[in-house]
């Protein structure tokens, strides 16, 4: 059973865009952005097989997924979900085909009723999505995700068919809102990575100091041609994911799984060279845990 070619992909914009365009509006949907691996998943009988946002196999999906998809009622499905490893779920927030219909020209709002038509109450894990629909519950979902150190919100459509992306990931649609953090942090040395032509990065090694007083390591970022940085100078950058100090000794990941970071996902990044402050001022409680490393 073929997946759609490509995954439906969503433009990153700014909340205050995103707000005044669908907060007032329920033909928008705002709805939690998974910290995950995006998949689209096929059944057809008790073949399931899992697919990244291409179209092309992925890296499978675990043991106790598998089973309960097993076990669904629907003799075939495309679902299309985010697989969250640090919670060993599947949250399927589009589908495509469900059964012997072809969905995926309906309106959103029509998808999303057969997806809690035949996963509400389903397995534990494997969840339907959670749509905020009245600005109330838009707002209170927002403050939600921020409390938790979620990754971010999606806003969708209700309307809009399943609308396909494009080879090379520029044709997009909806939007997401990513809560990017901040912090000052040290920098350590130049990196010695070498990037695919085989030269080295033009990057820095960046950390900050734990509470024992060491000058610990938390990611790299790329120097911008502006700054010429030394060892102890001290930037401003900005990121998604932080472990804290107690798993993985704090760092900043590029993905929720700890993975390199996606073509479409920019690093931890210098904002700025901060002058006006130590290097000793640059401690490992700014870290902002996320949610999924909060959950271990």
Known sequence: MPTAIYAELLVETPYHTVKQRTLDDQNWVWQEKHNGDRRLVTKNGSTIEDYNR????????????????????????????????????LYVFDILVAGDDVVAVNPYSSRLSYIHSHFDGF????????????????????????????EGFAAKE???PYRQSNANGTLRFNFKVKFWKDLDAVVICDSTERNKDGNIKDAVRLGVYTHDGRLQEICGS????????KPFDVVKIKYLYGTGEKDAAGKLMYD??????????????????????TAKECTIDQIQVNKNWRKR
């Open 123 to 150: 397995h534990a894990d494997v969840l339907a999505i959670q749509s905020a629909v009245t600005r109330e519950e838009k707002l209170a979902l927002y403050e939600h995700l921020r409390a938790i150190k979620a």
């Open 256 to 277: 929720a799984a700890g993975n390199p970071v996606p073509k479409d996902v920019v690093q931890p990044s210098i904002l700025e060279l901060r002058t006006d402050k």
């Open 158 to 160: 209700l309307k809009a």
């Open 222 to 229: 790329t120097k911008k041609s502006r700054y010429d940085l």
């Open 54 to 89: 291409k179209g092309d196999p992925a890296k499978g999906l675990p043991p106790n997924i598998i089973k309960a998809l097993r076990q669904h009622p629907l003799h075939k499905f495309i679902l299309d979900c985010e697989y969250v490893q640090a919670e060993s779920r």
